[in-house]
């Protein structure tokens, strides 16, 4: 049958495309292609023993489940040497803050132990008490490297689990739309592996292809990546069954799909659910490991001018520094961490069919043309005046933090503009896509032929900003023959040729690659995720042979669930995004108060004076202090906008919402005259 011939090629086609992964897809142990680099070599005559150490036995299960592309033995043999990079690294700057304070320890350690015993002790040799603390805090950052080396692997396992059970549901329903038509198992599978929607499960399907070319049977290339996969009790359970029904024939496969796809959309629905509710308590943690620091810098930072032993500086061999500045641009380092952390978080519990990703196109023109609608573009497009309004400002003699923070708003205020743009238009595309399927589904539902059913929905519909794209569908369609025009109602053609000329087959195939193709243009002009999940199981499930309105009926229900989806997360995040713009808010407003009210030699004075503690106007400059504490007020602007904007929109969302906040920051700051 035609169907099945075009089914195999696509499949033969995903086969072809990741080969390696059918390799990696056999046993664990089996070593991988771990490169032929001289490095790697080294590194492994150092280090590989460590890979028959019991303590690595659980990495290596883990390994198995992460399926990375390097050996086992490379890769432990890669975490053992950074692990020593990372106790040099750590040595080193240990070192260095441990001489300049080792001086003072000792001579309290002599002094407490002379005050406990009869006898005089000497104190402990400054450089030897140094050494020591860095040879302690190297070997603790040693055995750190090594632990996240197993972590990492865990973390691997963990995010394939979720890709995979993000994704099967969805993948789910579409191999249950397809088994109405007439394609053999293989092709629907074939099928799903190439359609990148399905994220993580395309990957799995994909790989059993893979193993099934290698070996010979579809049967031997779901049982091994069953064996295989990390989703032990979501995937692994449905390959099984899925090969189990394949042999028992297309019904009782196609009951089965249909149970399977409403039991998989209920435990999705749940997972949504507990996503939710954890995303409560993170708000929370950000706000207590970010906001609680930040004011507790501040206070440190004004508290501390009445202990001139923290602001004298000490000689190091980078330069002469102060206690008190080291601890301000720390904290400032950990401020900024725990905005990544917050962004990765929400990123993670964000559901990957509403993860938005743009590919820049090739060719600069393309880049320039679409650099207003894309933000991929736009972001290449707006280095180049980043570099200058950076190169600018530091001709101009600005600070260098003046110039980073500036730079980064030329840089994330465009591109975050291009992107809420985008947002708007996609949703606005969103809700004529669940229109323009009403639409079909009733024209259809009255028997008439898919494309004069969406020729019609083009004329009598208002469709917005879809209209164009449903119109150039319209007319893709009609470039199909009319036998096959009639052949989507299920009705007889009276002026059809005999089924068993041999031109017929070939005139279908003609129809239908026109019918798909045309479908999977309308998806990439459309170019949202919604479309993809839905208009794009048009596609395949027409060209399986599915009737047009059990294909209709399904795709309403897909509609009205993610756009309830949809809805819900937006809903749901909105207030994330006010805590962390109530939290950067804060943090700067007090900020700002301090540096006004209290940041000045005379109130200073007059403080101290009236909580009898000591201060040396000579150590305490008013003007470095308040934009130390400028620096603080920038890096909470950061990282709440950067939790802020993924919670809205993802990784550009945080690029609008930080940059807008650091630039109220900063003109704040300026028109209080404070910087």
């Known amino acids: 049958m035609s169907g099945d011939t075009r089914g195999a090629a696509r499949a033969d086609r995903a086969v072809r495309s990741d080969v390696g992964d059918a390799r990696s897809s056999g046993s664990a142990d089996r070593p ?18 460590h890979a028959d150490d019991r303590r690595h036995d659980v990495d290596r299960q883990r390994y198995r489940g992460a399926d990375p592309s390097t050996g086992f033995e490379t890769y432990l043999a890669r975490t ?9 690294a750590a040595s080193l700057p240990a070192f260095l803050l441990a001489f300049a304070v080792a001086p003072g320890v000792s001579t309290v350690l002599a002094d407490g132990l002379d005050a406990r015993v009869s006898v005089a002790v000497p104190a402990p040799p400054p450089v030897a008490l140094a050494v020591g603390l860095s040879a302690v805090v190297g070997l603790l950052a040693k055995r750190a490297t090594v632990r996240a080396g197993g972590l990492y ?6 995010a394939r689990r979720t890709r995979i059970e993000r994704t099967l549901p969805g993948a789910v329903r579409y191999l249950d739309a397809l088994s109405s038509g007439s394609d053999d198992a293989r092709t629907l599978v074939a099928k799903v592996a190439e359609n990148d929607a399905y994220g993580g499960a395309a990957v799995s399907f994909r790989k059993a292809l893979n193993a099934a070319r290698l070996t010979g049977s579809l049967d031997a290339g779901l049982r091994r990546v069953a064996r295989d996969t990390p989703s032990r009790d979501l995937l692994a359970p449905f390959l099984l069954k899925f090969r189990q029904h394949v042999s028992a024939g297309d019904e009782a496969l196609a009951e089965f799909l249909r149970t399977e796809s409403r039991l998989l959309a209920h435990r999705q629905e749940h997972a949504r659910t507990r996503a939710r509710r954890y995303l409560k308590p993170i708000a929370e943690l950000f706000v207590l490991v970010l906001v609680l620091p930040a004011l507790l810098v501040v ?35 950990f401020l900024l961490a725990v905005g990544l952390v917050g962004i990765a978080a929400t990123g993670a519990l964000r559901p990957v069919d509403t993860r938005r990703s743009y590919r820049r ?11 207003p609608s894309n933000p991929a573009s736009a972001s290449l497009v707006a280095a180049v005046p980043t570099a200058a309004v950076a190169g600018y400002l530091a001709y101009a003699g600005y600070p260098l933090v003046n110039v980073s923070l500036l730079a980064y708003v030329a840089f994330a205020l465009p591109v975050g503009v291009v992107a809420a743009r985008r947002d708007r238009i996609d949703d606005a595309k969103d809700r004529r896509v669940a229109d323009f399927v009403y639409a079909v589904s009733a024209q259809a539902s009255v028997g008439r032929p898919f494309p004069d059913a969406v020729a019609t929905a083009a004329r009598e519909t208002d469709l917005g900003v879809l209209a164009d794209d449903v119109a150039d569908l319209a007319f893709n369609l009609s470039l199909t023959t009319a036998g096959e025009g009639t052949a989507d109602t299920g009705a007889p053609d009276p002026n059809a040729p005999d089924p068993n000329t041999p031109g017929r087959d070939a005139s279908a195939a003609v129809g239908s690659d026109v019918r798909v193709t045309a479908l999977d243009r309308f998806v990439d002009r459309v170019g949202t995720p919604l479309a993809a999940r839905t208009v794009g199981l048009v596609a395949g499930a027409l060209d399986a042979g599915s009737a047009v309105d059990e294909v209709f009926e399904t795709l309403q229900v897909e509609v009205d669930r993610l756009t309830h989806e949809k809805r819900a997360l937006r809903e749901a995040m909105r207030r994330y995004v006010v805590v962390g713009w109530v939290a950067a808010l804060s943090v700067g407003g007090a900020v700002a108060a301090i540096n006004a009210g209290v940041m000045e030699t005379d109130r200073l004075l007059a403080l101290a004076a009236a909580l009898d503690a000591p201060f040396d106007p000579e150590l305490v400059h008013p003007e470095l202090e308040r934009f130390r504490l400028y620096v603080v007020a920038q ?17 550009y969302g945080a690029l609008l919402h930080s940059g807008v906040l650091v630039t109220a920051c900063y003109a704040g700051f300026v028109a209080i005259g404070q910087i």
Do not use: N
């Open 299 to 333: 206070a440190v930072s004004v508290t501390s001018v009445f202990v001139p032993d923290l602001s004298r500086l000490v000689d190091t061999p980078v330069g002469a520094v102060s206690p008190r500045a080291v601890a301000v641009y720390a904290s400032v380092g």
């Open 635 to 651: 890096a909470t602007m950061l990282a709440s906008g950067w939790f802020a904007g993924a919670a809205a929109r993802g990784r």
């Open 32 to 49: 991988r292609s771990s490169g032929s680099g001289g490095l790697d070599r080294t590194l492994h005559a150092l280090f590989a023993r």
């Open 153 to 158: 692997l865990r973390w691997l396992v963990s």
């Open 80 to 88: 053992y040497a950074l692990s020593w990079v990372a106790c040099l």
């Open 361 to 371: 196109p090739r060719g600069l023109p393309s880049v320039l043309a679409s650099a």
